[in-house]
């Protein structure tokens, strides 16, 4: 017992001091990009060229990347001749729709808006989560995983992740949505009673992944589901995916900066 | 027929196909149940288009591969699985995947739930859009044997399966799994590259064993197209690997731990898994190591600072780790438990043809880092951990003593990338040579990874299989069961903890 205790002692009190501080991250860490259109040469698409899922549009204002595709690797950056397009520290990327999932050089970045009024009053202080995995490769389940160990403490701002849909709030997907698994998905949220949200995490539940072309999967969530908000990465960071839902709850007003509910 | 006759190659080595001996159906049946007779090791069994199996049987004492083709006349041939169980599998897997139906096989169903690729009629003649796992189970009979059913969505943050238990009471008579789920259709994505989504595919067949599958399927290219990676690349991927198995390893452990209630211990590594993540993502911006490999090297260096500011975290990250997991072993609780569940026969172990950490916890002494060395285990090889009772305990305290040989490594690694200058990038590969195969093994936290590569005239894949740990050792976890409790199933899971995705790819 008293080995314990020295433990215990030793450990330390170690959850991160989120969100009234941001946990430092790692110097190569890829956020969100950051577009410099005016480096663009004429006549460029190196950057689109080299994309593998095909995330990367050129328009007048310069290159588009459409984030739910976006695996978040430095295929781009690298085929850039001039560095027009960058990884940048920031964290925050999930949004409420599919089509402000945007990297371009106009125009703000919508993240995720809070829940309307009434769903607020039904799931502002808890929230439940069912987990489902459908596809992809277990990345984007790990560090769902991450959330509910005492570093990042999900429990904390009233989220939890759920054994039953029937106790569930809402369901976390993760993986392209196979059609191995599509009867099973579609199942189990019928068996979560409503009112009830979909969150999408990851760029297979987005849109597919590095699988969008194989006829094994749907191409995302949306696919069968009707998504309440995208949480993009390959595998995106816990703190992405903390902040998207605490974002969809209201609880993050523009900085990460919220108070938590005593 | 000797074994002999086979194409010998060490790992990673490529040769042309021209030299992989093409031999007559029952010659090369006769030369797998040799080679598996003499102690050889199935490590792969696969077919091609054209009605062609390839088999690559690893000797581990020699440090060999050796590999045979035929060519069937018709789309089957008698099974090997009733003379060679660790066929079983792979048997299945080529049925589902080209139409080849092995005869006699004692077990014959889909693997993972898909048409054949070339067109080939179904051998089991399903209907289409057949979810997995609707399907005859094994059954026992009898008034008192009732069948618990789990899955595919289970309780907690995990993939999909789907689980069959016949059972006494609480005791388990037989367990059997049902995967594909997962299955996303990676090998058949990969014939005809390499293109620009083949790297990813690699590194996400099994998103938690990123590095060993990723290292893998460089070696294939880097085989196929002569290309010798710098030692000093070497050690960093050596580097990735080892921060890989520290992550999972501790992650187990912890989780372990939780099953039995034991908090402390899952509470502290909860959080120590996290940091070994994180020192990943300093070395590449991943905390699962994306893109820190290249074929030809690397594609994120290991610069010298780099390694000098990692260095004192993996040791502090050590301290912790060891503070919280020696705690298991002094808790009563937890090793009356650990003891009591799990026990895997050693014999039908090596019968089933294990690998990793399940097979040296039963004290199948085999670890491909030192059997068949690659990259930098050679000048630097690691100390292979072994446990004998093939239970539970024995599962945790190979890992534990992983930990402590892993760290040993990064250390000696971190200390010498620190004080030597950093490689230039990698230039791209050259175009890989035609008609040529390459079989490329790994040692991930889990097991043998297994890569092989085979290009066409033109210098494209014709054929790319991977062999995930998890393909050998999922059926070492439905054995372990038998006579378990059924509420002891999630402790006998974790012990194993394989994949799912990297089974059904």
Redesign the interface.
């Known amino acids: 017992m008293m ?2 205790l020295l ?2 002692w ?2 330390g009190h ?1 959850t991160l001091p989120y969100p009234k501080t941001i946990p430092p991250l ?5 956020g969100r990009p950051a577009i410099h259109p005016e480096r663009c040469p004429e006549g460029c698409g190196a950057c689109a060229e ?4 095909e995330a990367i549009t050129l328009e007048a204002s310069g290159p588009r990347i459409d984030l739910g595709s976006c ?1 978040f ?3 781009c950056v690298e085929a850039c001749p001039e560095g027009a397009i960058s ?1 940048t520290q920031e964290h925050r990327l999930a949004t409420r729709t599919r089509g402000d999932l945007v990297a371009s050089s106009d125009g703000e970045y919508r993240l995720a808006a809070a829940l309307d009024a009434e769903l607020m009053r039904v799931f502002g202080r808890s929230l439940k989560l069912r ?16 959330l ?4 990042w403490d999900l429990g904390r701002f009233g989220i939890q ?1 759920v ?3 029937r106790h569930a709030d809402a369901l976390l997907i993760c ?2 949505v ?7 998905l579609r199942k ?1 949220y019928e068996a979560v009673p409503g009112p009830k949200l979909v969150i999408a995490v990851g760029a297979c539940a987005i849109a597919g ?3 969008f ?5 749907l191409g995302g969530a949306a696919a069968v589901l009707p998504v309440d908000l995208f949480i993009p990465g ?2 995106p ?1 816990p703190l992405t995916i903390l902040d998207g839902l605490l974002r969809l709850l209201g609880r993050l007003e523009g900085e990460a900066r919220i108070g938590i509910p005593t | 027929m000797s074994p002999t006759a086979l194409l010998v190659l060490r790992n990673g080595q490529a040769a042309p196909l021209r030299e992989v001996p093409d031999l007559p159906p029952a010659a090369f049946r006769e030369a797998v149940l040799e080679g598996v007779r003499d102690g050889r090791r199935l490590a792969c069994l696969c077919a091609e288009s054209d009605r062609r199996l390839i088999a690559v049987l690893a000797d581990d004492g020699a440090g060999t591969l050796h590999v045979a083709r035929t060519r069937l006349d018709e789309p089957r041939y008698p099974s090997l699985t009733p003379d060679c169980p660790q066929a079983h599998l792979f048997e299945r897997e080529l049925a589902e995947q080209f139409g080849i139906v092995p005869e006699g096989h004692p077990w014959f169903k889909p693997v ?3 048409r054949p690729w070339n067109g080939a009629a179904d051998p089991w003649d399903r209907p289409a ?1 057949l ?2 796992a609707v399907m005859d189970f094994y059954r026992v009979a009898g008034d008192e044997v009732h069948e618990v059913a789990v899955g ?2 289970h ?6 399966g789907h689980f069959r238990f016949q059972c006494h009471g609480e005791t388990v008579f037989h367990l059997e799994i049902a995967l ?7 090998e058949r ?1 990969l014939v005809g590259g390499p293109h ?2 083949t790297f ?2 690699a590194e ?5 064993t ?1 590095i060993a599958h990723a290292w893998a399927h460089c070696r294939v290219l880097e085989g196929l197209s002569g290309v010798q990676v710098p030692a000093r690349a070497d050690r960093v991927r050596g580097v990735a690997l080892e921060l890989e198995r520290m992550a999972n390893h501790v992650g187990d452990l912890g989780a372990l731990s939780g099953d039995v209630g034991f908090l ?1 211990t899952a ?2 590594c ?2 120590i ?2 940091d070994w ?2 020192l990943s ?8 190591g ?2 820190w490999l290249r074929p030809g090297g690397l ?2 260096d290991l610069d010298p600072l780099r390694a000098e500011r990692m260095l004192p975290r993996v040791g502090r990250s050590w301290l ?1 780790t060891r ?2 997991v020696e ?1 298991l072993w ?2 009563a609780s937890v090793m009356i438990r650990f003891d009591a569940a799990g026990r895997l026969d050693p014999v039908q172990a090596r019968e089933i043809g294990l690998v990793g950490v399940a097979a040296r916890a039963c004290g199948i002494d085999r670890d491909v880092r030192r059997d068949h060395p690659f990259g930098p285990y050679g000048a630097h090889p690691v100390k292979v951990a072994l446990a004998q009772s093939g239970n539970v305990h024995s599962r945790a305290w190979v890992r534990w003593e992983e930990l402590a040989a892993s760290t040993a490594f990064l250390s000696a690694a971190l200390e010498d990338l620190a004080g030597s200058p950093g490689d230039p990038k990698p230039d791209p590969l050259p175009p890989l040579a035609p008609e040529r195969l390459c079989v490329a093994l790994t040692e991930g936290w889990r097991g043998e990874v297994l890569h092989l590569g085979i290009t066409d005239t033109a210098g494209r894949f014709a054929r790319y299989k991977l062999v995930d740990p998890s393909f050998h050792n999922w059926f070492g976890l439905a054995l372990a069961l038998r006579g378990e409790q059924v509420s002891d199933f999630p402790l006998c899971n974790k012990s194993f903890n394989l ?3 990297g089974h059904d790819l």
């Open positions: 080995h314990i433990s215990r030793r450990q170690r790692p110097e190569r860490f890829r080299a994309c593998a899922t695996l690797c430095p295929d990884y987990v489902v995995s459908a596809g992809g490769c277990n990345g984007c389940e790990v560090d769902v995983n991450v509910g160990t005492l570093a992740v054994a039953s849909p993986g392209p196979t059609r191995n698994m599509e009867l099973a189990t992944g590095p699988y072309r194989q006829e094994e999967q390959c595998p960071h | 993972r739930s898909h859009d979810p997995p595919p969505v309780a907690g943050v995990i993939e999909p594909g789920y997962q299955h996303r259709g990676i994505a620009p989504l990813k595919m996400t067949a099994a998103g938690d990123t402390p509470a502290f909860g959080r898994r996290g993540l994180n993502a300093e070395g590449c911006g991943s905390r699962l994306r893109d594609r994120q912790e503070d919280a705690l002094g808790a994949s799912y995705c």
